[in-house]
T-cell receptor, first 116, second 113 residues
Framework: GAVVSQHPSWVICKSGTSVKIECRSL??????MFWYRQFPKQSLMLMAT?????????EQGVEKDKFLINHASLTLSTLTVTSAHPEDSSFYIC????????????FGPGTRLLVL | AQSVAQPEDQVNVAEGNPLTVKCTYSVSGNPYLFWYVQYPNRGLQFLLKYITGDNLVKGSYGFEAEFNKSQTSFHLKKPSALVSDSALYFCAVTLGGYSTLTFGKGTMLLVSP
């Protein structure tokens, strides 16, 4: 149980295009979903927290207009990287929590984004 | 602010030998502590957690960790390492509730045959 999927697992795009990444909780309803970014050989950095039906809460330094997050249902959250640039290339990982808290998070497999 | 320190970038151990991956934390309250493992190009897999109770926590794949409040540590251990244990290991801490889950920078474990 508690499986989280992400789609796509890999995406390569041209600079200036927008990319949407989906995060789904497959066998539970996620009150809260989280989006992380991981640079090579570095730790996970929390980008934003989203609750179903409300606006996402972004961490300091994360551009909300650049990284659009939609949490339309209790099983789906999307991250859209708008007008992507090479510096946006990274590994993006989502997680989902049954509760509002962060202590019980189930992580997705991650999405590798390469912007050319 | 809460923080997690993983002092070793890499730990090397021979297969069959015991392994330890170190973690210390800093929080202003009672911590919830976690260990996760990450294989290349994959997300995080949960290994174990300490919330309350027995200081020795047993988790997946034969791993265990001991919560030491006086030393603010939560080291990950395994009695006998396997080559397949080679991966990146993250320690994380939160105070629970809406408190952020803060990750350490990760320790690469390399188990040689």
């Amino acid at each position: 149980g508690a499986v989280v999927s992400q789609h796509p697992s890999w995406v390569i795009c041209k600079s200036g295009t927008s990319v949407k990444i989906e995060c789904r909780s497959l066998d539970f309803q996620a009150t809260t979903m989280f989006w992380y970014r991981q640079f090579p050989k570095q730790s996970l950095m929390l980008m934003a927290t989203s609750n179903e039906g409300s606006k996402a809460t972004y961490e300091q330094g994360v551009e909300k207009d650049k990284f659009l997050i939609n949490h339309a249902s209790l099983t789906l959250s999307t991250l859209t990287v708008t007008s992507a640039h090479p510096e946006d290339s990274s590994f993006y990982i989502c997680s989902a929590s049954i509760s509002s808290g962060q202590e019980t998070q189930y992580f997705g497999p991650g999405t590798r984004l390469l912007v050319l | 602010a809460q923080s997690v320190a993983q002092p070793e970038d890499q730990v090397n151990v021979a297969e069959g030998n015991p392994l330890t991956v170190k973690c210390t934390y800093s929080v202003s309250g009672n911590p919830y502590l976690f260990w996760y493992v990450q294989y290349p190009n994959r997300g995080l897999q949960f290994l174990l957690k300490y919330i309350t109770g027995d200081n020795l926590v047993k988790g997946s794949y034969g791993f265990e960790a001991e919560f030491n409040k006086s030393q603010t540590s939560f080291h990950l251990k395994k009695p006998s390492a396997l080559v397949s244990d080679s991966a990146l290991y993250f320690c994380a801490v939160t105070l629970g509730g809406y408190s952020t889950l803060t990750f350490g920078k990760g320790t690469m474990l390399l188990v040689s045959p």
